[in-house]
């Protein structure tokens, strides 16, 4: 196994969701579609079908015998608490239903901070790209700021140039990783759609925003292997070592399929669906 990251992913046990100190705001304010493995199709602002009063799901011990794969794959970086527990104070769109929209408005922009955030942090631990650690930093500095912030200045905010001004950085992080570990010439597959890999070489690969849907990737090892964006559906990691892969997400893990020994990252949780 190659050394990619430093301790510091401990960081990310941080952007870890915890739904019992959220009001539900996932199931509520959001848009989702039954064809994506969600109970129904449902509009943003209307809270699910199986969401109850108490802001607990009332199928989530059958999540997987009812094959809502999308409920099982969603992940929202710890931004539900964030948003209940510390910019509301535990008012809820429930409780103070005035403010449901607002509060629906901050919990989108915060999870995208979130999401952002998570890929900084990890940014910030791997080896090889020490010399952007100063850029690095400034980012997850003007993200917390912006966290901190009232909830109208959270909802002006312009997530969109904040985005391309990480974006750019994150593929300088990218780039840095391969040269170092002298996988920039190395030839990616074009296609993955159901593909079988099983035991290839997969170490070093950009899959960033590549469709793996449904490919195999029984046995494979994926050290500085990057997954940032990529499509990870049905695609199956049993067996697998992911314990340095770059940019992979607890919502890209929970959409995959897997097995108990498939090794994870230790800042990632085994979904449910992996035996």
Known sequence: MVKIHDENTILLQSLKSDCSKCSGLCCTAL??????????DKSAGKPCVNLQKDFRCKIHGELEKSKM????????????????????????WQNV?????????????????????????EAMAILPVKVLKNDIKAR????????????????????????????????QVCSLLQKSLCYENKKCPSDFLGRNFKNKDMRGL??????????NFNNCVFDGTI???????????????????????QGQINSAKGNRNAKLPQYLDYPITWR
């Open 97 to 121: 239903p005035k403010q449901a929209k607002e509060i629906f408005d901050v919990f989108i922009v915060v999870f995208q901070l979130y999401q952002i955030r998570y890929f900084l942090l």
């Open 31 to 40: 848009f989702f579609s039954k064809m994506d493995g969600f109970p129904e």
């Open 206 to 215: 950009d899959l960033s925003t590549k469709l793996l849907i449904a490919a």
């Open 140 to 171: 997850i500095e003007e993200n917390e700021m912006i966290c901190n912030c009232e909830p109208q200045n959270i909802i002006i905010f312009d997530i969109e140039n904040y985005r391309n001004r990480v974006n750019v950085l994150l593929k």
């Open 69 to 92: 794969k999308g409920c099982i794959g969603y992940d929202c970086f710890g931004a539900g608490q964030q948003v209940t527990q510390f910019i509301y104070f535990g008012q809820t």
């Open 227 to 249: 997954f940032l964006g990529a499509d990870t559906r049905d695609a199956d990691f049993s067996n697998a070592d992911l314990r340095e892969a770059v940019f992979l997400s």
